[in-house]
């Protein structure tokens, strides 16, 4: 990560965007049997993310065929065609956990030179494209924050989420190899919590430092009231480590790699 993309950020960070709930997609239907086809999200899943031996997915942005990025763009054309707001809750999460990783790897396809998704803007001034309305759902302009910050964290208030979606870089949690789907998403975010609490970009100790991905600084409040409490927290899923967590003393360090989760190749 550059200094410059660090202090980009560093800036906004502790104004990230506090839950908003936009009561308009608050409404389900508990009754729906309807069940969202994410099989062309598999496809791509399948393609073009890898397993990596230090444990973080990437992408390979640029070995996309047309066809490849038609089927994606499909893809998000048929979940904005859709009417959410009339299928149940399960089906609700894994809609917009997987539209909004769908929509990050399209934004990513479209500035194939940019290596930090801090850099894919539609404005000078923007920090990355969270505020751009990317499609239209129910005749509503939509974004990534408004997916995030307005939808997912006010209606679940599940801390797992920060595991699941995904912004196109190293720091961040992996993009899953499996689509969400009703059946398995709770299953999915237990399984993310546990593989980047354990992945030393989520949790590390530093010569009796407690070193912090980034996220536990921003979205503090979604994990506990208090730094205390997240060490709590962090002992009780990291067992192994807790002595360690808990008797560590000295001011938590947060770090963050913002550089793009691309698949090089060979």
């Not at 202090?7 to 936009?22: M, N, R, V």
């Not at 397993?51 to 089927?71: G, L």
Request: aromatic content about 10%; hydrophobic content about 40%.
């Amino acid at each position: 990560m550059t200094s410059v993309l660090a202090g980009t950020f560093a800036s906004s960070a502790q104004a990230a965007p506090k839950t908003d709930l936009w009561r308009h997609w608050a409404t389900h239907n508990p009754e729906s049997t309807v069940v969202v086809d994410h099989s062309l999200w598999q496809h791509v899943l399948d393609q073009r993310v890898h397993e990596n031996a230090d444990n973080i997915n990437r992408v390979s942005y640029k070995q996309f065929s047309e066809a490849e990025k038609n089927q994606l763009n499909r893809y998000i054309d048929a979940l904005a065609a859709l009417t959410p707001t009339q299928l149940n809750r399960a089906e609700q999460l894994a809609y917009w956990t997987n539209l909004y990783n769908a929509l990050t790897v399209q934004v990513v396809l479209q500035y194939p030179k940019a290596k930090s998704i801090l850099k894919m803007k539609s404005s000078f001034f923007s920090i990355g494209p969270w505020d751009d309305e990317l499609l239209t759902i129910e005749g509503k302009a939509v974004t990534l924050n408004d997916i995030e910050h307005r939808i997912l964290r006010p209606i679940w208030q599940d801390h797992r989420l920060h595991f699941a979606l995904n912004c196109a870089s190293i720091g961040c949690p992996n993009l899953s190899k499996t689509a969400y789907s009703s059946s398995n998403v709770q299953t999915q975010l237990q399984r993310a919590q546990k593989r980047y609490l354990s992945h030393p970009r989520g949790v590390s100790l530093r010569k009796n430092k407690l070193v912090l991905s980034s996220i536990f600084d921003w979205y503090l409040e979604d994990f506990s009231e208090d730094e205390k409490g997240l060490k709590a927290y962090l002992a009780a899923q990291l067992p192994q480590q807790a002595q360690s967590i808990l008797a560590s003393k000295n001011a938590i360090d947060y770090d963050y790699d913002w550089d793009l989760n691309e698949q090089k190749s060979k």
